[in-house]
């Protein structure tokens, strides 16, 4: 299911919808890496290209991330 979350990005909100297990596996990644989830999510926010969108985005960096533990 798809649920829509909010953040403050760079004091500016914003919102976007993630299904639930994108949304677990950001959190994990926050932690892992010892950073409040929603500077995870500014950092992702300011590296995405302009042309995408804040969803897109975020799934692709857990994509990215998950994958990077396979190898």
């Known amino acids: 299911m798809i649920r829509k979350h909010s953040a403050t ?4 909100r914003t919102s976007f919808s993630l299904e639930e297990p994108f ?9 892992s890496r010892q950073m409040p989830l929603a500077q995870l999510i500014a950092e992702i926010d300011d590296a995405r290209p302009a042309d995408s969108n804040l969803s897109s985005a975020l ?3 857990v994509l990215n991330w998950i994958k990077s533990y396979r190898h």
């Not at 990005?9 to 500016?12: A, C, K, Q, S």
């Open 9 to 12: 990005l760079h004091g500016h």
């Open 23 to 31: 949304w677990q596996e950001l959190k994990i990644i926050a932690e």
């Open 59 to 61: 799934r692709v960096h």
